[in-house]
């Protein structure tokens, strides 16, 4: 149990790290980015397919959909606006 | 299991660095790739994890939903991210967070049905109930959101009497009803109730919050849908989940910092002080304003005249879709042999960056794009400003006059350029409802009229100089 948590508040400290030097000029690619990697959500939707028999499917299979609009959608259109930042 | 944690950790390494290499835009889209690869990783470790087979090598999961609700997502998702315009993608990523959001809520949920009636400690009703919360109020939420950014709800503030004493019952309810169903988990009426409950909670959050501060909601609203993501990754016990989610709730706040700080407000004041509707009256009688309408010609000699322009550009210019034609003007004086820079406030678009992608997407170099603090300084030698549809970012009242609203705001200072060239529409204020002094200074000259005529007859005139 307290493994988790600090795997918890260590990412957290990570995070800040990294995302405090990322440019203004990057903020809506990142803000899509990790909308995308939110998505994660599907690894759970996945194994919720297995816990809950018929209602646990269901939910799953939505939250499937969900994540994947998620995942997909966001690095898709991350990387559409990433093309765009060109050099003069 | 051991084979898929690994896998797990690769993946949390691949969100790592590719956040990273967000840190310049040479390396950003790599980076993104880095990240959808570690997503790869994660979700087909998931699938082949043998806890999912029986000892007889039969899943126990469903392969028939799973591949199915990956199509379909996919195909919504693939669909979305191809025809959404940049000038929507506040509404879309507002979508994306509920969908994020609801997706954590669904998966505590099935978890909740699969266990209700054999807890063997607190620990697990008490994330579920954390995770369900989080998740289905940014669902519910980010709808609204969504609503008020695509005009579908008014723009303003929608109060009511005693809303905030409202909110706090809710929450308190939701939490007495967590402790009633961890001590009584089979009774499943109570667990519906805060789902319920949690979904109002979202939209009473969200609709007092007016239009001009929804960089700052969709910000927050970003953070909660990692902060559920790692709440179900406490439900099961769930490394890349917690990870993940640890890392966009941390992005999501420190963005929501940043939008605060460029509004000069505190996050409560955007939360309960219902403002950016129609605020009236402002400071005090509207002073006279001694104004200087130019047309494009005269203005023309002026740009000529000048060596350092510096374009300062709003969200009404890229309502007016004028992106394009500010780049081309752009383009021109830099062919003449002038020096063009672009300077963005942070809350110039209606989320975090949301100017750069814009004119990104007009292919102007990003290296022409300067944020609050670099240009600021350049202002001091800087012979033109010219302001498209930019309005309360540029009032120098925020600097000086204590009794107006935006007081403390930090503002690109264009009233030091030698002139300042404002294109409106016409004379109305902007988003705080208050009226710019910059417009009635010596050293500003306004040239009315819709962003894009005014820049493709600034260029025709100029080609005929």
């Not at chain 2, 919050?209 to 849908?225: E, H, T």
């Not at chain 2, 409802?433 to 005529?453: H, P, R, S, W």
């Amino acid at each position: 149990m307290i493994d988790i948590f600090t795997v918890f508040i260590l990412a957290i400290f990570v995070g800040n790290e990294i995302i405090n030097k990322v440019p203004p000029t990057l903020h809506t690619p990142l803000m899509s980015g990790s909308n995308a990697i939110s998505g994660i959500a599907i690894v759970g939707a996945i194994i919720a397919t297995k816990v809950g028999g018929e209602i646990g499917s269901w939910l799953g299979f939505i939250a499937i959909i969900f994540a994947t609009i998620n995942v997909v959608g966001g690095f898709l259109v991350t990387d559409r606006m990433l093309k765009m930042f060109k050099k003069r | 299991m051991e084979f898929t944690n690994i896998a797990y950790v690769v993946g949390a390494v691949c969100f790592i660095l590719g956040i990273k290499m967000l840190s310049h835009p040479r390396t950003a889209r790599k980076g993104n790739g880095i990240a959808s690869l570690g997503m790869l990783i994660a979700i087909i470790a998931t699938l082949l994890n043998p806890e999912n087979f029986g000892p007889d090598g039969k899943p126990l999961i469903s392969f028939q939903y799973i591949g199915i609700g990956i199509i379909i997502g996919t195909i919504i998702g693939g669909i979305v991210a191809q025809k959404i315009e940049m000038t929507q993608m506040p509404q879309m990523v507002a979508i994306f967070n509920g969908l994020g959001g609801g997706a954590s809520a669904l998966v505590a949920s099935a978890e909740f049905f699969s266990e209700y009636n054999q807890f063997e400690n607190t620990f697990l009703p008490v994330t579920i109930i954390l995770s369900v919360l989080i998740g289905t109020l940014t669902l519910t939420g980010s709808f609204i959101a969504f609503g008020k950014l695509q005009g579908f709800i008014s723009g303003k503030p929608i109060v009511f009497p005693a809303q905030q004493l409202f909110n706090a019952l809710i929450l308190v309810s939701i939490f007495a009803l967590g402790y009633l169903i961890i001590m009584n988990p089979v009774d499943l009426k109570l667990f519906y109730v805060v789902l319920i409950a949690a979904a109002i909670l979202g939209i009473t959050l969200t609709i007092p919050i007016g239009g001009a501060d929804m960089p700052v909601v969709i910000s927050l609203l970003n953070s909660y849908s990692g902060i559920a993501a790692a709440a179900t990754g406490f439900v099961l016990m769930n490394n890349a989940l917690i990870i993940s989610g640890a890392l966009v709730g941390a992005s999501g706040l420190i963005l929501t910092q940043i939008m605060c700080k460029g509004m000069n407000r505190s996050l409560q004041n955007v939360i309960f002080g219902a403002v950016g509707g129609d605020v009236s009256g402002g400071s005090g009688e509207a002073q006279e304003l001694n104004i200087k309408s130019y047309s494009t010609e005269e203005a023309v000699m002026i740009f000529d005249a000048a060596e350092k322009i510096v374009i300062v550009p709003g969200y009404g210019l890229a309502v007016a879709q004028a992106q394009h034609a500010a780049r081309e003007v752009g383009e021109w004086l830099e062919l003449q042999g002038k020096t063009v820079l672009y300077a963005i406030h942070p809350v110039a678009g209606r989320m975090p960056g949301h100017m750069n992608v814009l004119l990104a997407e007009a292919n102007i170099p990003y290296e022409q794009l300067k944020d609050l603090d670099e240009i600021n300084p350049e202002f001091e030698d800087c012979d033109v400003a010219l302001i498209l549809g930019a309005n309360d970012v540029v009032n120098p009242a925020a600097r000086h006059d204590k009794s107006s609203p935006i007081f403390g705001m930090p503002i690109l200072n264009v009233d030091k350029a030698r002139t300042v060239i404002v294109n409106k529409r016409s004379m109305n204020p902007g988003f705080a409802g208050i009226q710019n002094e910059l417009f009635g200074y010596d050293n500003t000259i306004m040239v009315f009229g819709d962003a894009k005529d005014m820049l493709n007859q600034l260029l025709s005139d100029f080609k005929e100089l």
